[in-house]
């Protein structure tokens, strides 16, 4: 999932939902996130192209919203709630999946094996 | 005289057959492949084989010219003596070079612009020998075009000029659906100028590969196969003799064609640094050997028999030859540099032939010894090798002062990939689709391979970070699951340290208790054992994935990875401390409107003063090369 700075990003992504979930006070979501603009795009160890500084599912709790909800480790997420998540910080991006006063996030992620599935899918017809 | 030379015919036929073949391979694989990357290199290996092949042929040209030269020469006078010495040859090596880039800043900062991209390489030719470098992908995050190779040229003379060439080619990227608007873009953007398009019209003309056709002569005018696919421009271009030679790197102007309208383009700073160093072959070889009788002392009968061996700047003289094959010390030295003199001393009574006399200044006062051969045409043998290696010497100039050391290049380089990564993490594949008892898996056995059980005397803590319920459960880490958002803790952020220094800071956080003396104290920093812990409810205290990892290697940079989002501490703890602490948020509001609940409740543990904490915190925060991941 390479980019040029400036051009338009394109990408098969899924929709997902989460649910968020009530803990004691707080919604969580059930996972966790890397990486951002402001953070070393080298660090990522699921991207694939090492200057990519999306934000990535770094972890997935298992059983939680996220999990049921069909997120996977090493999604890439490109917009949560109509928000683009290509080009924030990782403070923002954290913000904007836990907002206090939502308790559905609907995701756009992406991931290689997306790709790949439609391109199969495609080559059958 | 003729066998050699017809030797040496076939010798280059077979050359050039055989570059025709791998030609012929180059433009099939050329054709076939579909990858960018395959293509390019195929393209190189065509040039090169072009390169070769008309190297020599045109050598093959020469050869027959020569030839008739002779043969004229002959029939027309005697040739006069050849008294013309030739001068050996030697090793010359190139290797280190680099050329530096000069991006404009405006090019770095372009928003609009495509990453524009060359994949460069560097031909070097020397004599009859063609050699090209690997390909390098050049673009604009690079400052310098570095190429590792080290290229060994044999036989060169000391006339030698050993010619560079860069030659680049646009290279686009590829892409995926939506690509239209950028393959229009890049087009609109390298489209050429009139004068412009002409010059590349005639660039592209298949002139430089073209066989030439010679006088006379058997050799084939090979037709020239048109492919497809990336071709190849010359960027630069410089030649190098033997006034460049040196021990050290130095830099050399560059010769730069094409301009900046070309699609091969690139901004040469226009010099490139390398370093060329010759060894020739009087240095490196024995030039003569043979028996010799020095006079040692002052007596005039004081004749002692060495067998002398002639080598570079030292005749050296060992007790028998035996001795030199195992490399035991010679018996004496003596020096032959450009400040020795030599000469053939008057007819010594006693002696059949004459005395060679070599004096030489060591220190300031003048050492003489003489030798003797056996015979005449021994002693005419040496003067003639003495005056052989004076030649070469003052051939070879700065080459002869001292031994050049040359590297040959190792066999073969395992391709090198990421070379930034070195935690055990990226060593890890993690497949996306793995889960994470798969990764359990895998860092079982690593923990195995790094005894750290030995070192800790308890499983790893962190083996609890993937199972509700560990198997190896730590005796005083029970899980707990009350929720579902069970493992992972985030860990405390003070505990995620960069360097192990600062660790003894942190260690003071619950782990202060009672780390593991015996435990790196990278480890250290994983955990705290939850005995510390005051009340029941416990959490198993995780770090995330790959905070264990880097510590498991002990590495305090690479692969560091930690969260570093401050925990929170129990229900009650104040949640605006720890946004007042999120550092990256220019707003420091401390109402947490976000709501960040994303922080982990820690419950049960015991906590340091928070100013401590969020000190912490916030340096660790503030640290760079944290990969920070957040819980949601």
């Given amino acids: ?125 | 005289m003729n066998n050699t030379k017809n030797q040496r015919d076939s010798d280059i036929q077979k050359k050039i057959d055989y570059e025709i073949r791998m030609r012929e391979g180059a433009c099939k694989l050329l054709a076939a492949c579909s990858q960018r990357d395959q293509a390019l290199e195929a393209s190189k290996s065509l040039l090169t084989c072009n390169a070769r092949i008309m190297a020599y042929m045109s050598e093959l040209q020469r050869m027959k010219e020569a030839q008739v030269m002779q043969r004229v020469a002959r029939r027309s006078s005697d040739a006069g003596p050849m008294d013309d010495r030739s001068p050996c040859k030697g090793k010359v090596a190139i290797s280190d070079l680099r050329i530096p880039l000069m991006w404009k800043d405006t090019d770095y900062f372009k928003n609009k612009g495509e990453l524009h991209r060359c994949a460069v390489f560097c031909l070097l030719q020397l004599g009859g020998e063609i050699f090209d470098t690997d390909m390098v992908m050049v673009d604009r995050t690079l400052t310098d075009i570095c190429f590792d190779n080290t290229i060994v040229f044999n036989e060169a003379g000391p006339g030698f000029e050993l010619r560079v060439e860069l030659y680049s080619c646009c290279s686009e990227e590829d892409y995926s659906a939506g690509s239209t608007p950028r393959k229009l873009a890049s087009k609109l953007s390298s489209s050429l100028g009139r004068s412009a398009g002409k010059k590349m019209r005639a660039a592209l003309e298949p002139g430089a590969c073209s066989a030439t056709s010679n006088g006379g002569g058997a050799t084939i005018l090979l037709p020239v196969p048109s492919v497809q696919g990336p071709k190849y421009h010359l960027l630069a271009h410089t030649t190098l003799s033997l006034s460049h030679v040196q021990d050290s790197f130095r830099t050399h102007d560059l010769t730069i064609t094409g301009n900046e309208e070309c699609s091969y383009w690139l901004p040469l700073y226009g010099g490139v640094c390398c370093r060329l160093a010759a060894q020739p072959h009087c240095m490196t070889q024995q030039m003569m050997s043979g028996c010799l009788r020095v006079k040692l002392g002052g007596e005039p009968q004081g004749w002692t028999n060495v067998y002398g061996v002639l080598k570079g700047t030292n005749l050296f003289c060992y007790h028998q030859k035996e001795d030199m094959e195992a490399k035991v010390e010679p018996v004496l030295t003596i020096g032959i540099n450009k400040e020795t003199r030599i000469r053939a001393a008057e007819k010594d009574p006693h002696s059949k032939a004459q005395n060679i006399c070599i004096t030489n200044q060591y220190g300031g006062e003048e050492v003489t010894h003489t030798l003797a051969a056996d015979s005449r045409e021994d002693t005419q043998r040496w003067m003639e090798a003495f005056w052989q290696q004076f030649f070469d010497m003052s051939q070879w100039r700065q080459c002869c002062d001292d031994l050049m050391k040359i590297e040959l290049p190792s066999p073969r380089k395992p391709a090198i990939v990421t070379p930034k990564q070195g935690s055990l993490y990226h060593e890890m594949v993690i497949d996306k689709s793995d889960d994470i008892g798969t990764v359990t898996d895998i860092l079982a056995r690593r923990i195995e391979e790094f005894e750290l059980r030995a070192q800790l005397g308890s499983p790893p803590h962190w083996m609890a970070l993937f199972d509700e319920d560990p198997p190896h459960t730590p005796q005083h880490l029970p899980p707990h699951s009350p929720s579902p958002r069970l493992h992972s803790r985030q860990p405390r952020s003070p505990r995620c340290q960069r360097t192990p220094g600062l660790l003894s800071s942190n260690a003071s956080l619950t782990s202060d208790s009672d780390s593991p003396a015996s435990v790196s104290p990278c480890f250290r920093q994983a955990w705290s054992p939850v005995a510390s812990s005051s009340s029941g409810r416990f959490r198993p205290r995780t770090l995330s994935l790959d905070a264990k990892l880097s510590t498991l290697r002990g590495r305090g940079y690479n692969g560091f990875r930690c969260n570093c989002q401050p925990p929170t501490a129990s229900s009650v703890s104040p949640r605006p401390t720890q946004t007042a602490l999120s550092c990256s948020s220019s707003t420091s509001s401390s109402s947490s409107s976000e709501g960040s609940n994303s922080q982990e409740s820690d419950l049960g543990f015991s906590r340091p003063s928070g100013a401590r904490r969020s000190l912490r915190i916030l340096r660790a925060k503030l640290d760079p090369r944290n990969w920070l991941q957040s819980q949601v």
Avoid: C
């Fill in chain 1, 1 to 125: 999932m390479s980019f040029i700075p400036g051009q338009p990003v394109s990408a098969v992504v899924q929709r997902i939902e989460i649910h968020k979930l009530y803990e004691g006070d707080n919604l969580i979501l059930g996972f966790s996130i890397g990486g951002g603009i402001d953070q070393d795009p080298t660090q990522n160890p699921f991207s694939e192209d090492k200057t990519d500084k999306g934000i990535y599912v770094t972890r997935v709790s298992k059983g939680g919203p996220a999990e049921v909800a069909g997120l996977r480790l090493g999604d890439k997420i490109m917009q949560v709630n109509g928000w683009d998540m290509t080009m924030v910080t990782h403070d923002q991006a954290r913000k904007k999946l836990t907002k206090k006063n939502e308790d559905v996030v609907r995701l756009l992620v992406t991931r290689k094996s997306l790709e790949e599935t439609v391109r199969q899918s495609m080559m059958q017809h």
